[in-house]
Every structure is written in C-alpha cells, then in structure tokens.
C-alpha cells in the first residue's frame, strides 16, 4: 500500500539555524509529493510541492527535491525564523487520485 | 474569501449523542473529502466524494457518514457519538485532478 514515513520530532532549533526533515515514502507508480504545514489552531496549508523525479519544490525559503531513487522528500530551510514553529506534514497523491497519505507530522519549534 | 468553510469550530457531545459536522466550498470543485487528525498518526481519510450523488468510503469510515446532494456541501454525520471520535476534523476539497487541493480551518470535537 502507499504510506509515509517522516521524523515525528519535536524538533527544536534556535533562530537562523538549518532544517532537515527527512520524509520518505512508499507508493505505486509515480505519485505527487507534497509539504503541508499546520500554525497553531488553523488548518493545512500547502508549502510546496513536487509532480515527478528531479523535481525542486519551493516556496517561503523552504525547499524539497523530489527524489525516486531513495523515494524521498525532504524538506530543507537554511535559515528557520521564529515564525516557521508549525507541524509540517508530508504527502503523496497517487497519479489519478484525488486521496492524500499524510505522514504524521513534525512539530517544528524555533527559539530566539 | 473562496475557500472550504467547516462549521462549528469547536464542538462537545456527550457519548451516545449525534450531529453533523458542515462543510461547504465555493470553488466549484468536483472532489470533497473529510480527514480525521489525531496525535501522531497525521490526517486520515474518513470519507470522500468525486461529485454530487456519489460518495465512497476512505480508511476509517465507520461511526460516520456522508452524503453528497449538491456540488458545495458535503456534511459528515456522526449517529452516535463515542469517545473514540474525539479528533480534529478537516474536510478539503480539490478539482477531478487534484489541482487547487484546499483544507477548512478544522472543527474540534470532543466526546465526553
């Protein structure tokens, strides 16, 4: 079956220092592969995505390489901010899909 | 503002007790879906639904249901309420393709 697999955390880094969450995943075929990511008491927000192999995701100074070979995705940041302390969750669509598997999250935390 | 609108936000019933959780978009998209999020185990598909009249079950579907009689509301029902169904609930929608997938803000139930 398709799944995900990603560190649970809690990470917790000090501002301007570099992030890593490492996702992986298990899928039929070639699926999309998402970041989500979740500020206190609201909903999912999509933060970047990748639709095939090689593909670079990016948005807010995040990024994620689309990788088929170690069928990974991680999400990178040089530089986190005390404004990125969310959950981040990893995703796949499956090609002709319209269901996500969601990983289950990472609770980020940055202090001043 | 266009998006996914859920409603209540928050949310106690007592064991044994039934309601229905909204959830209305107006973007027009084909594809509603209703997730379960609960600590550690990321968002789960409850139900799902490809357009009005026709919906199917996701990964933990029983204690709840669905229906579908138009394109914009999709509401979840609870017929009895039990304390294993206390969770975060976010309902989402996207086109046939799974292009402009968007989440509500979430609806907190607690069953007490």
């Known amino acids: 079956g398709n799944s995900v697999t990603q560190m649970e955390g809690p990470v917790t880094l000090s501002e301007e220092a570099f992030l890593t969450i490492n996702c992986t995943y298990t899928a039929t075929g070639y699926p999309s592969l998402f970041w989500y990511v979740q500020y206190p008491g609201e909903g999912l927000q999509l933060l970047l995505k990748?639709?095939?192999?090689?593909d670079k995701g990016s948005n807010k100074g995040f990024e994620a390489t689309y990788r088929k070979e170690t069928t990974s995705f991680h999400l990178e940041k040089g530089s986190v901010q005390v404004s990125d302390s969310a959950v981040y969750f990893c995703a796949l669509l499956t090609p002709y899909g319209q269901n996500f598997v969601f990983g289950p999250g990472t609770r980020l935390s940055v202090l001043p | 503002n266009a998006g996914v609108t859920q409603t209540p936000k928050f949310q106690v019933l007592k064991t044994g007790q039934s309601m229905t959780l909204q959830c209305a978009q107006d973007m027009n998209h084909e594809y509603m879906s209703w997730y379960r999020q609960d600590p550690g185990m990321g968002l789960r598909l409850i139900h799902y639904?490809?357009?009005?009249?026709?919906?199917d079950q996701g990964e933990v579907p029983n204690g709840y249901n669905v229906s579908r009689s138009t394109t914009e509301d999709f509401p979840l029902r609870l017929l009895s309420a039990a304390p294993s169904q206390t969770s975060v609930y976010f309902c989402a929608s996207s086109t046939l393709t799974g292009d402009g997938y968007t989440f509500g803000s979430g609806t907190r139930l607690t069953v007490v």
């Open positions: 639904s490809v357009g009005a009249g026709i919906t």
């Open positions: 990748a639709t095939k192999a090689d």
